[in-house]
T-cell receptor, first 115, second 115 residues
Framework: AQSVTQLDSHVSVSEGTPVLLRCNYSSSYSPSLFWYVQHPNKGLQLLLKYTSAATLVKGINGFEAEFKKSETSFHLTKPSAHMSDAAEYFCVVTGGRGTASKLTFGTGTRLQVTL | EAQVTQNPRYLITVTGKKLTVTCSQNMNHEYMSWYRQDPGLGLRQIYYSMNVEVTDKGDVPEGYKVSRKEKRNFPLILESPSPNQTSLYFC??????????????FGDGTRLSIL
């Protein structure tokens, strides 16, 4: 079985300050983990993915995430928020044998960026 | 342009009136999937298809049907819609099944309201 928990449903930051969106996962196998972003009235777009290579993963638009097996975490960060980063973010896990065709989504974190 | 196209984008209909939401991808992807997105629940998988004529249930398949007669198309069918199927629906595709950790490409969504 696999699951993913996004610890904050809503995060608000000021433009230019760091962003931290938290994600914890559970998986019986070595997981692959993704972060997706959803802008209003749009589908989800891949930000980055972890697939058991480097534990620090860089994505688009300056985002990165670090896979920490000991903490079962895959938090998303960005050094400096921009107004265009305001969106909903989803952490996603997919597992190994028996679960290879299933993605499990977190419930999402809405990021608000203020001036 | 590589894309996943869903139609319609918005639909308001009544209980019991059969409807079909179409999904088409132009990337020659093998894997396609349908999700529904509800507030506070993230995305939940309805059905997926590993290839032509190969479909399987996701987490919430009740009340839905799918077919995969051609590689590019994966329609979602609601034979007798009910109000609890009011939701935002997304179609997604990837080159191969999820065991290869391919990113999903999402359509822009279809907002269904069942009265």
């Amino acid at each position: 079985a696999q699951s993913v928990t996004q610890l904050d449903s809503h995060v608000s930051v000021s433009e230019g300050t760091p962003v931290l969106l938290r994600c914890n996962y559970s998986s019986s196998y070595s997981p692959s983990l993704f972060w997706y972003v959803q802008h209003p009235n749009k589908g989800l777009q891949l930000l980055l993915k972890y697939t058991s290579a480097a534990t620090l993963v860089k994505g688009i638009n300056g985002f990165e995430a670090e896979f920490k097996k000991s903490e079962t975490s895959f938090h998303l960060t960005k050094p400096s928020a921009h107004m265009s980063d305001a969106a909903e973010y989803f952490c996603v896990v997919t597992g190994g044998r028996g679960t290879a065709s299933k993605l499990t989504f977190g419930t999402g974190t809405r990021l608000q960026v203020t001036l | 342009e590589a894309q996943v196209t869903q139609n319609p984008r918005y639909l308001i209909t009544v209980t019991g009136k059969k409807l079909t939401v179409t999904c088409s991808q132009n990337m020659n992807h093998e894997y396609m999937s349908w999700y529904r997105q509800d507030p506070g629940l993230g995305l939940r998988q309805i059905y997926y298809s590993m290839n032509v004529e190969v479909t399987d249930k996701g987490d919430v398949p009740e009340g839905y049907k799918v077919s995969r007669k051609e590689k590019r198309n994966f329609p979602l069918i609601l034979e007798s819609p009910s109000p609890n199927q009011t939701s935002l629906y997304f179609c997604a595709s990837s080159l191969t099944g999820l065991s290869s950790n391919q990113p999903q490409h999402f359509g822009d969504g279809t907002r269904l309201s069942i009265l």
